[in-house]
């Protein structure tokens, strides 16, 4: 078993399925936005990086790491409220353009303003499980207590967002509320509210995954952490199809795994033209992404 | 014979052709500056009179667009020689850039396309630049210009083909990934490219002895260098502008906004849609490797961390707040593109803020970022946009 | 167009062809920025972005050098006035907020006009711009790289380099590590430019043979915060490499640590003086593992460390802590850092070698001083010494040991030199640095 477990396959699953997470939880939460509020969130990483370095400011105060946690998220909820409230609403029926525009100088205010108040400089977080990997009759293997919480919670955020998406009350006056406002508001559902709702749910899976990213061992937190990896959540969000949660989750993970496999058998730079070329295929073959259906035009 | 009759304008700017160059030749003596003098001279009365000329617009557009251009140009490069050389070379790269700008202003708002990769295209025309010029040293400028262009009008291609199908933000991520790939295209070519380090041109750029006398200004090698690399940047921007107008004017140039405002009244009509789609694509890469082109030359090196997604983020900001859709935008986009270190440095001055400090340092970005929000939110057509609706108000009133 | 209009663009056009004719440009200075009571010179620096942190302090510190001067009446009257413009080695984003292209930033302080350009920092940036600063006659002082692209004086007369190069730092690395280690397995990682090629070839030509060599490219460790050096820490603990060489900047030397103990691995690191700055490695330790993972490890320096009793350290920390405008909370306990190091040691070089130039200072004279003269009174441990077919600056040092968070201390403490090329025996320094001139007490 042990040799199995070490082995060079099972090594680059494993380590794969640790990014794949991090890519499903960027591509959900791009997937959320998309279909509560119909744009493309650009800085749906700065946002929850944002959020983090607030949350994390407690720690001068001496707060431990599970606080600091709650309140990035509180920071998170307030932060993506307060954005979909005052710099998204006044855009809908706007050209789709426009607010990509704008979230890309959202994007390029929030670096800035976490750099004037915080620095470039890694800011070290502390993490709440050993980054040591485990060894299995003296090899290394893939796995360790930090990894492992990191792909655990991700799975169950994931997890925990697709079935509120899907399977729930809420979840579908989320989905009707961004299809069919009108309609639904003549049922008594909040139209606003839920789209406040949906860009504060997705703000908060975005600062989960920052939190994971930046208690990596040797790094730290910075204003850039998330641009990474956004591409990546990108192409996976765009494989699976913007308007598919579960397709965000799974094109990710997949991502994630393939990546690691360029990365051992062929070399670095080969990884993001890879991705690319998996983008582009998947594209020509399914132009709404491979988990979505068709959908026709109106005319 | 009237004042406005056109055969007394002419024979009117025929002699005062004849009087400018008497007096250049007297003033500068009959050496190479005094005939250069002279030409621009003539130059300015020749467009002049031709602009003056009634109903040059209507009848004769080509003709028109082309007149203003060579005005415009003449009096760009006359100013050029009064100003420091540093000046002159943020000009030169305001020029290259605004190149670039008018591809992504024409595919964006012509067509309605969204591209986040033309920082990856002006990379492509760039290293097709260095890589030409590293292996043919003898073949001129314009020439090399050109096979920058076409390698970028293919890679546009390459990627403009996938993209016939795809919606909005597909296409959005699409063009992302080529632009967050590029640097790693390059790093694999290593070889080629010269990895991190980039490449050089073999030669510094001067201007061919018989144009000696117009950039002989009596200073150093490097304003000369500097003046004749401006002025060169300054000529390729009108020429592109040039073809640019008459593009957007053109039947092309229609069937493209009539696709971005209703594609399928464009079908019901017999545009076809990839095809259309394809070219924008192609027209916009194409003109992103001229600038990139253009800016290699400018720098007389290329550098792969240049041509990285940040460009391409800056390179959307600077059209969008320039204004999309318009010519005018690009050029305003350049302008800004050229200045805006200055415009900040003395922002920091006037408010005293400590310049290596953490928030001055970040103030580009914030007033960068800052600006793309509100541009977009209150004035989506940006400053060529707002420009518009102001004149036609004013116009209106009166 | 009407008449008026007409009448318009004739004037227009009459003045802007008046004005080409009348402007000529500015009649130049006698000697481009020097006046009676002032030298400008500048300087390109990774003042923000990806290059910043650590390497934004260095041209403060040699500023701050020049300040303690200017106060002390500067060089024979003249106050030295260091103008430091923000390229962001080259690379947009990363939070750059300067502009991100060294000609651009280059032909700036060309406009000023400054007498030279002294330590600008980065090979591909500094590279850039070699053919601008000759074609303008402008010296390219002390660039802040290890590259041999500086020691190039047929092509390039006014560029001139001054730390060790690459190659020359992993020879005397050799040299140690045959003696220390013999037959050990040796594995090497460098970046993917010629800091790793050149320290690779310095490696091999001092008689190690490397077990595996990897290069890792830098657009790569930032996309992945640092994940992308784990595979090649991975192939060096299943080659079972007792010693690994790093020639890494300091990002890519905590990846590489960070990996290493993630993995239980722990070989002797052997790291480029580029990237083993104590306090800037162990930053994001603080706090995650019980001691810094750097002690340990072998370095080399080339400037006294803050443990040896160099009269220097005293000094570079008294001219630092009187410059708060450029280091804010510095005081009279704080410990020096490589980077400041650094800095103040070329600034040291660049006014001795204002001062031994004379009072008629002239680009040709300053040249002509920097190649005949030895300088052996600045803080570098050996003197520096160029020729007119040497460029490259400094060639000694001594190897290193982590000892903490903030200190490195000399290992055995002989000085060595050496030479870049692949034969150039690396020898005990025949002479050292000697001390403080006074007139800079």
């Known amino acids: 078993m042990d040799p199995f477990l070490t082995s060079r396959i099972v090594t680059d699953i494993l380590g794969g399925l640790t990014n794949g997470v991090i890519y499903g939880m960027v591509a959900l939460s791009l997937v959320l936005i998309w279909r ?62 426009n607010p990509i525009v704008v979230m890309v100088g959202y994007l390029i205010v929030l670096e800035a303003v976490a750099a004037a108040i915080w620095s470039s400089f890694p800011r070290s977080l502390p993490s709440p499980f050993s980054s040591i990997h485990w060894q299995l009759a003296g090899k290394p293997f893939a796995l360790s207590p930090f ?23 809420l979840g579908l006056q989320l989905r009707a509320s961004a299809v069919a406002p009108e309609v639904s508001r003549l049922l008594g559902v909040r139209v606003g509210r839920l789209l406040t709702l949906g860009w504060m749910l997705s703000t908060v899976v975005g600062v989960i995954t920052t939190i994971l990213v930046s208690s990596n061992f040797f790094s730290g937190l910075t204003p850039q ?67 979505t259906k068709p959908s026709e035009r109106r005319v | 014979m009237k004042l406005n009759d056109p055969r007394l304008r002419v024979q009117v700017a025929v002699i005062a052709a004849i009087a400018a160059t008497v007096i250049s030749l007297v003033s500068a003596g009959s050496t190479r500056e005094g005939v250069a003098y002279a030409l621009v001279l003539d130059l300015v009365i020749a467009c002049a009179t031709t602009l003056s000329l009634p109903d040059l617009k209507t009848h004769h557009p080509v003709l028109f667009r082309a007149t203003l251009t060579l005005l415009g140009v003449d009096v760009a490069i006359s100013i050029t020689r009064f100003l420091s050389s540093s000046t002159n070379f943020n000009l030169a790269t305001g020029a290259a850039m605004s190149i670039v700008l008018l591809g992504l202003s024409f595919l964006t708002g012509a067509s309605g396309q969204i591209s986040l990769g033309n920082g990856a295209f002006m990379g492509v025309g760039a290293f097709a630049m260095a890589i030409w010029a590293n292996h043919h040293a003898t073949t001129p400028v314009v020439l ?11 890679v546009g291609l390459l990627l403009g083909l996938p993209a016939t199908r795809l919606r909005g933000p597909y296409l959005a991520g699409m063009t992302l990934a080529f632009a967050v790939a590029f640097t790693f295209i390059l790093s694999s070519f290593s070889s080629w490219t010269g990895g991190d380090s980039g490449l050089q041109l073999p030669t510094e750029a001067v201007a061919p002895r018989w144009l000696d006398g117009f950039f002989h200004a009596g200073t150093s090698p490097l304003t000369t260098t500097t003046l004749y690399i401006t002025d060169v940047a300054i ?129 580009n970005g914030i007033i960068f970022g800052g600006l793309l929000i509100l541009t977009m939110l209150f004035a989506p057509l940006g400053i060529a946009g707002a420009a518009r609706h102001f004149w036609h108000r004013v116009r209106s009133r009166t | 167009m009407t008449i008026t209009g007409t009448a318009l663009l004739l004037c227009l056009g009459l003045v802007t062809a008046g004005t080409s004719i009348v402007g000529a440009g500015a009649a130049t200075k006698k000697v481009p920025g020097v006046t009676a009571t002032q030298i400008t010179i500048g300087a390109t620096e990774p003042e923000t972005g990806i290059a910043a942190s650590g390497y934004n302090q260095v041209a403060k510190a040699a500023d701050a050098v020049f300040k303690y001067v200017n106060k002390h009446g500067g060089i024979y009257g003249r106050k030295i006035k260091y103008v ?10 990363f939070g750059c907020t300067g502009v991100p292209n060294t000609a651009t930033q280059t032909h700036a302080l060309l406009g000023i006009p400054v007498f030279a350009t002294v330590g600008s920092l980065g090979t591909p940036t500094q590279d850039s711009v070699r053919a601008l600063l000759k074609g303008d006659d402008v010296p390219q002082l002390f660039v802040a790289s290890g590259s041999q692209d500086w020691n190039n004086p047929h092509q390039y007369p006014g560029l001139f380099g001054w730390q060790p190069s690459y190659n020359e730092e992993s020879k005397i690395f050799a040299k140690y590590i045959n003696a220390t ?50 595979p090649y820490i991975q192939q060096f603990q299943s080659d079972k490499c007792t010693i690994v060489v790093l ?53 080399f320096s080339y400037l006294p460390t803050t443990t040896t009793n160099s009269p220097w350290i005293p000094w570079i920390t008294k001219v630092i802590e009187a410059d708060p405008a450029d280091f804010p909370g510095f005081t009279s306990t704080s410990v020096l850092n490589g980077n400041i190091a650094y800095g103040a040691a070329y600034g040291v070089a660049f006014v001795e070698a204002l001062r031994a130039t004379g009072k008629n200072l002239t680009r040709a004279s300053f040249l002509k001083t920097l190649q005949s003269v030895t300088f052996s009174q600045t803080p570098s441990l050996v003197p520096l010494r160029y020729t007119t077919s040497n460029h490259q600056g400094l060639n000694g040092g001594y190897v290193t040991t982590v000892i903490s968070d903030a200190a490195m201390k000399p290992l055995t403490g002989t000085v060595y030199t050496t030479d870049s090329s692949t034969t150039g025996p690396v020898i005990v320094a025949k002479t050292k640095s000697s001390g403080i001139p006074a007139w800079l007490k």
């Open chain 1, 225 to 291: 952490i998330n641009d990474g990896i956004f591409a990546f959540g990108f192409i996976a969000a765009a494989i699976g199809g913007l308007e598919s949660p579960v397709g965000a989750i799974v094109a990710g993970v997949v991502l994630g795994i393939v990546n690691q496999f360029v990365t051992d058998y062929v070399n670095q730079n080969a990884v993001i033209i890879i991705a690319l070329a998996l983008l582009v295929v998947s594209l020509m073959i399914r132009p709404s992404g491979v988990f």
């Open chain 3, 84 to 93: 430091i413009k923000d390229d962001c080695y080259g690379t947009p984003g």
């Open chain 2, 144 to 154: 090399t210009l050109l096979i920058a262009v076409a390698c970028g009008a293919l």
């Open chain 3, 181 to 230: 280690y013999p037959n050990a397995s040796v594995c090497f990682l460098g970046q993917g430019d010629d800091f790793g090629t050149d320290g690779l070839a310095g490696l091999i030509a001092g008689g190690i043979t490397p077990t595996a060599e990897s290069l890792y490219s830098v657009g790569a460790l930032v996309t992945t915060n640092g994940a992308s050096i784990a």
């Open chain 1, 147 to 169: 990894i492992v919480y990191e792909i655990a919670s991700g799975l169950l955020v994931m997890i925990a967002v697709a079935v509120l998406f899907r399977f729930t009350k």
């Open chain 2, 235 to 363: 000529v390729v921007a009108g020429v592109a502008f040039f073809f640019m107008a008459n593009l957007f004017a053109s039947r092309i140039g229609r069937s493209m906004r009539l696709i971005r405002d209703n594609d399928v009244a464009a079908e019901l009509v017999g545009i076809s849609l990839p095809r259309t789609r394809v070219t924008a694509f192609i027209v916009s890469s194409a003109y992103a490797a001229l600038g990139g082109a253009l800016l290699t030359l400018i720098d007389n090196s290329v550098s792969p961390a240049t041509y990285s997604f940040a460009l391409s983020v800056t390179i959307l900001s600077l059209i969008v707040i320039g204004g999309i859709g318009t010519i005018s935008g690009a050029l305003i986009g350049g302008v800004i593109y050229a200045f805006s270190t200055n415009v900040i440095s003395w922002i920091t001055n006037q408010t005293g803020l400590n310049p290596q400090g953490n928030f001055a340092s970040q103030l």
């Open chain 1, 36 to 97: 509560s509020t119909g744009v493309l969130n650009f800085a749906q990483g700065a946002m929850p990086m944002f959020a983090t370095y607030v949350g994390f400011a407690l720690l001068s105060y001496h707060f431990s790491y599970w606080w600091c946690v709650v309140a990035c998220v509180i920071a998170g909820v307030l932060i993506g409220g307060l954005t979909e409230r005052l710099l998204v609403r006044p855009l809908y029926g706007k050209p789709e353009i």
């Open chain 3, 247 to 299: 020639d890494t900047i300091p990002g890519a030397t905590d990846a590489a640590i960070g990996a290493a103990l993630q993995l239980s691995y722990s070989p002797q690191w052997v790291i480029s003086s580029v990237g083993s700055d104590p306090q800037t490695v162990d930053a994001p330790f603080v706090g995650k593992v019980p001691t810094d993972p750097e002690i340990g490890a072998i370095s």
